[in-house]
């Protein structure tokens, strides 16, 4: 496209990030909350609140509640199970919970029970679903039911973005091991810490399990990380100014005083982990690796599915799909785009610098030594 770009704020998502506090909408209490009693997930502040919530509530509510139940159902049918009747499937089969047919129906079961509360904008609800995620990863860590596919974005959606850096690494690189033994937990998702600017041809294979999902979740990761140290450096920028101005009347200030400012300039809980970032008086260097990161990803995804792009920025984009499907095929990139989609939006401002980057228009609107649009 050679069309003329509007500024980058026109991209910006006025998407809402997902509530925390009383469910009911508009109110903002977060302290003395008392949970739903049928689906053990909503919070409300009175009874009042949660009755005048019901009907918006009401048909989650009761998802949720036949999902749980059907859970505890077939959890004690294996448990009654014949062949598990003097044993602890759940502990003492794990890495080989799937290849035990009978203990298929309770894996599905919290499967649905994690669709449930899927896509749900509300806080306690992902942290619900990605439980129950890590939750079927335990029991079976070779992942035949695609779990690993929608746990990078649940985590992205939570501001976890280290542990999702950590698990996405840990399946472009420790699960590609051909003597990996998937039957033993004590390397499983054992990578805690990773660096966030090193460089990422780990996970530029096709070859990468689930890798659309994870790619893009990736390529989302690296925009948080640019964008927060964009702000970082366009509000050293202006403490700089301040202080100058402050020393020439009364003496430098204490660095202290601008500690809030600019850890304020970061969004990312990745960021916020490096103190020595807030430091750094020359962030233009990370700035160009991770910009660098990213367009090598942008290509990488190209190649391995044509239709994730301009899915993700048309106006007729389509969720779901099959869950088997063809790699590169349209059906695998409604799938990704069903994982990613609310990844993207909430994390604001991914979309518009993902367009500009493509459109080769960055460098007209982010210039990491000036201020950006505040709302980023």
């Known amino acids: ?71 505890e159902r077939q959890k004690q049918a294996l448990i009654d199970d014949p062949e598990f009747r003097n044993d602890n499937p759940f502990e003492n089969h794990v890495g080989h919970f799937w290849k035990l047919r009978e203990t298929r129906p309770y894996m599905m079961s919290l499967s649905k029970l994690a669709q449930a509360f ?64 998937w039957g033993t937990s004590d390397r499983y998702l054992n990578i805690k810490n990773a660096d966030i600017f090193e460089p990422c041809g780990f996970i530029n294979e096709k070859s990468l399990i689930g890798s659309l999902s994870l790619h893009a979740c990736m390529m989302i990761l690296k925009i948080k990380f640019v964008l927060d140290l964009i702000k970082l450096r366009a509000t050293q920028n202006s403490i700089e100014k301040m202080s100058a101005n402050l020393c020439a009347e009364a003496g430098p200030p204490p660095e202290e005083i601008f500690e809030e400012l600019k850890r304020g300039s970061c969004r990312s ?61 349209p059906e695998e990139m409604r799938m990704a785009l069903q994982n990613t989609w609310h990844a993207w939006v909430e994390s604001t401002g991914t979309l518009s610098f993902m367009l500009l980057q493509r459109e080769r228009e960055l460098d007209t609107h982010f210039n990491p030594d000036i201020n950006i649009h505040e709302d980023y």
Request: aromatic share 6%.
């Open 1 to 71: 496209m050679n069309q003329e770009l509007p500024p980058p704020e026109d991209y910006d998502n006025p998407a809402p990030k997902p509530g925390e506090g009383c469910a009911l909408a508009g109110c903002d209490k977060t302290e003395e909350l008392n949970r739903c009693s049928a689906c053990k997930v909503f919070l409300y502040c009175t009874r009042e609140h949660q009755v005048e919530d019901r009907p918006a509530h009401k048909t989650t509510c009761n998802e949720i509640k036949k999902a749980r139940a059907n859970v």
């Open 118 to 181: 899927q896509n749900k904008l509300y806080r306690p609800a992902l942290e619900a679903e990605l439980e129950v995620c890590m939750e079927l990863l335990r029991l079976c860590p070779g992942d035949n039911m695609g779990v690993r596919e929608t746990v990078p974005a649940l985590l992205i959606r939570l501001n976890r973005d280290q542990e999702c850096y950590d698990f996405i690494k840990w399946w472009a690189t420790t699960a590609k091991e051909r003597d990996y033994d």
């Open 269 to 329: 809980s990745a960021i916020l982990a490096r103190p020595e970032l807030l430091v750094d008086r020359n962030l233009t260097p990370k700035i160009n690796v991770l910009r660098k990161q990213m367009d090598s990803l942008s290509e990488t995804i190209d190649r391995h599915n044509k239709h994730y792009f301009p899915a993700l920025f048309g106006p007729d984009m389509e969720l779901g799909g099959d869950t088997m499907f063809a790699m590169g095929s």
